[in-house]
């Protein structure tokens, strides 16, 4: 749960969703079908019209092949784009043809299959020139800002600036943002909303019920299957300020 100024939304006992799937295909893809001279460092990803569900993207439902060998590597899944970043273990191998299937086994958040699709592209001789820069990871000096801002007041998780900005004796859900609590009360705190599910899964933000709760979904609530309201009240947070959260907890949620 998360409160602003308006006050606190409160989760419904049951998520309710249409009874048909929406409509969940890959909408691009880097590198592109048929990409020449690709840099044999390059990650892979994919986008798709809705939110990819994490425990469908394995090695088993996305493949990446060159005749009858397969590459192993990671998968990240990034909800703000609705994509899968596929990273090799090693770099791909010079002057050679891959082709990627994905399968019907990757779904959305809400048990709807992708299409089988298929992607053929061709590397080049060398890595990226200049080389691929290693990603900043933000602080979490710069996520408690946001916390003060929009989710303080109304007796929900810390006092607004203007009353000091302290701890509440009785936060909303238990969920104290005071500076001196925030880290402890998310970081691998147990969701009193979703049984099984992280407040903050450090190294994972897509398996996190925080970016859940504050990534907005096309009907202006939090995303599919996640219980109650999209949190902040108002208006959602910007994409610059989700990305700053969620490269926070993909970085390793450090205090």
């Known amino acids: 749960?998360?409160?602003?100024?308006?006050?606190?939304?409160?989760?419904?006992?049951?998520?309710?969703?249409?009874?048909?799937?929406?409509?969940?295909?890959?909408?691009?893809?880097?590198?592109?079908?048929?990409?020449?001279?690709?840099?044999?460092?390059?990650?892979?990803?994919?986008t798709f019209s809705d939110f990819p569900e994490p425990e469908t993207v394995d090695l088993g439902s996305v493949v990446l092949s060159s005749g009858v060998q397969t590459r192993l590597g990671t998968f990240q899944v990034d909800l703000l784009t609705r994509s899968i970043r596929f990273r090799t273990r090693n770099w791909l191998n010079p002057d050679i043809t891959y082709v990627l299937t994905v399968f019907p086994a990757v779904t959305s958040l809400t048990g709807c299959p992708t299409e089988t699709v298929q992607l053929r592209f061709h590397t080049g001789d060398k890595p990226t020139d200049p080389p691929l820069p290693t990603p900043e990871v933000p602080p979490f000096s710069q996520v408690l800002p946001i916390f003060a801002d929009r989710c303080a007041g109304a007796a929900c998780h810390r006092q607004t600036p203007e009353d000091g900005g302290g701890c509440l004796p009785a936060p909303a859900k238990g969920l104290s943002l005071c500076d001196q609590d925030a880290w402890?009360?998310?970081?691998?705190?147990?969701?009193?909303?979703?049984?099984?599910?992280?407040?903050?899964?450090?190294?994972?933000?897509?398996?996190?019920?925080?970016?859940?709760?504050?990534?907005?979904?096309?009907?202006?609530?939090p995303v599919p299957t996640t219980p109650g309201h999209r949190d902040p009240p108002g208006l959602p947070l910007d994409e610059s300020t989700?990305?700053?959260?969620?490269?926070?907890?993909?970085?390793g949620a450090k205090p």
Not at 27 to 42: G, K, T, Y
Not at 187 to 202: N, T
């Open 184 to 221: 402890s009360a998310l970081v691998d705190a147990d969701a009193r909303e979703l049984s099984g599910m992280k407040r903050v899964l450090a190294g994972d933000a897509s398996r996190s019920f925080l970016m859940r709760k504050l990534i907005a979904g096309d009907n202006g609530g």
């Open 1 to 46: 749960m998360f409160c602003g100024y308006a006050g606190c939304s409160r989760p419904a006992d049951q998520q309710q969703f249409p009874g048909r799937c929406a409509p969940f295909v890959l909408v691009s893809s880097s590198p592109a079908d048929q990409a020449q001279d690709l840099p044999i460092d390059a990650p892979i990803g994919l």
């Open 242 to 251: 989700l990305r700053l959260i969620s490269d926070w907890i993909d970085g």
